[in-house]
């Protein structure tokens, strides 16, 4: 009874109710620490699974940044800023879905607007102001458009659009100009490149892709490598190393029964023709047999003339003089003579004696005949047209390297051996069959067995409490700890000592054993603490007093008790 009144003199009047109901109750401070416990770890877990939060957008503008907060408030989407206010970060399991809420209201406009800039055009704009709205709208739909590629992050287009003349001479092509900002890690290739320039050339009419520049956000000329290829497609080097590789592949499959996984390379150098070729070629034989060959046509004409008197004489005017006229008497000349009868050939010959003497020349009958005949014939022509397809190989260069082969001694150690001059034989021959030799094309095969190096030089791996993973785990696994420690410093410090304090019985004294072998003690001494105890006593009845007027159950409650204890 002294410690529990010593304990209730110094509490306080309020507590003291509080204090008698524990007393009263001993299980109901065991579950009011453990719910605080269970309180306490329960908030501890809730702050070790505190959501991770993701970038939502970065490099905002002023004016997009405020609408985005305003839209993430009404969204009931927590938020906060990271990289002194460059980032904005929401929980990483709704960056998702933010964007695309956001994306549905048009934000982050970034700057750039497109065709819908020419949905509020005022009455009485000028032609100057159109064309540049127009000019505006255009280079925002192109900036748009690359900014679907993955690899880039936004993008910048400007047009140089002339104008129009008139004149042909005067007439000016237009020309464009593009900056690219790449993701951070991020790379652009030439094809990519190239389907840049040509989506901006088919956009703008009488724009050459020759005439677009494509810059990076570190000022390095990106189309200068698509320029420099001269003509040559980013997709025939592409097919190129797609044929090599199928090369590679189909020398090494047929290897690897043979000499192992690790122990054969290959590599194949394919000369590629990506001209096309059209050829076309008419030939004509030579002349056929006569009777062999088909007549397409035929004209023959045929001419004669007979009985006429050539003129003849002396040229001049003796010649020219009209015939004398014939005297008496008319006698009949005699019948012609036959040709070829010595008659005839004498009449012939005194007729012209006569003529001769008379200066005339002699008359001779006479005749001309003339034929004509033309054949055509039809003619022998061969007409060939070839043309060649792009892409064949022209050319195969290979090259094979063999590791010897891992043998086991005697005693069980291990070594290496060459391949026999059968074994290569064989496998040149594979080789050969599997890339498709023609010795009519050029190719050449080069089969080499040696022994591959080891390279001793390879970084060692990295310790245990180095590795990326092992420091995860250990992260996590620390954080639990810390948790569990925490747990326990609360039970041992601070839960632990109040259940004690306030649950623990009251003191009581030993009783004092007065026997003849015990010294009498002091009297002084005695006398002190006689009245020590009178006090205790006194107030010990004090207090029983004023608890029996406050809380006369709990005094009921303890008689109640001492009766059943003294009873039992």
Sequence with gaps: MSATASVANTAKPGIRPLLEQLRANPKLPLMIGA??????????????????????????????????????????????????????????????????????????????????????????????????????????????????????????????????????????????????????????????????????????????????TVVDQAGNLLSAANAGTRGLDVSQLKYTQEIEQGYIRRIEAILLPIVGAANVRAQVAADIDFSTVENTDEKYRPNQEPGSAAIRSHQSSESSQQGTTPPGGVPGALTNQPPVNPVAPIVNPPAPARPGTPAADQLRMSTELAATSAGLAPRVASGSGRKDSTTNYELDRSIRHTQQAAGGVRRLSVAVVINYRNTVGAQGKRGAQALSATELTQINNLVKEAMGYSAERGDSLNVVNSPFASDNSEVADLPVWKQPENIDLAKSLGKYLLLGMLALWLWFAVLRPLLRKHLQPPAVLPPVVITEQTPPPNTEQNEAAQERQAKRHLDNLQYAKESANTDPRMVAMLIKHWMTKHVG
Excluded: C
């Design 35 to 212: 719910s605080a416990a269970v309180a306490v770890a329960a908030a501890l877990l809730l702050w070790s699974r505190a959501p991770d939060y993701g970038v939502l957008y970065s490099n905002l503008s002023d004016r997009d940044g405020g609408a985005i907060i305003a839209s993430l408030q009404q969204m009931n989407i927590p938020y906060k800023f990271a990289e002194g206010g460059g980032a904005l970060l929401v929980a990483a399991n709704k960056v998702p879905e933010a964007r695309l809420k956001l994306a549905s209201q048009g934000l982050p406009k970034g700057g750039t607007v497109g065709f819908e800039l020419m949905d509020n055009q005022k009455f009485g704009t000028s032609q100057f102001a159109e064309q540049v709205n127009y000019q505006r709208a255009l280079e925002g739909e192109l900036a748009r458009s690359i900014n679907s590629i993955s690899a880039v992050e936004s993008a910048r287009v400007h047009l140089a659009l002339p104008k129009p003349s008139l004149f042909v001479r005067e007439q000016k092509k237009p020309s464009a100009s593009v900056v690219l900002s790449l993701h951070r890690g991020r790379s652009i290739d030439e094809g990519q490149i190239s389907a840049i320039v040509h989506l901006i050339s088919s956009s703008v009419p009488e724009l050459s892709a020759k005439s677009i």
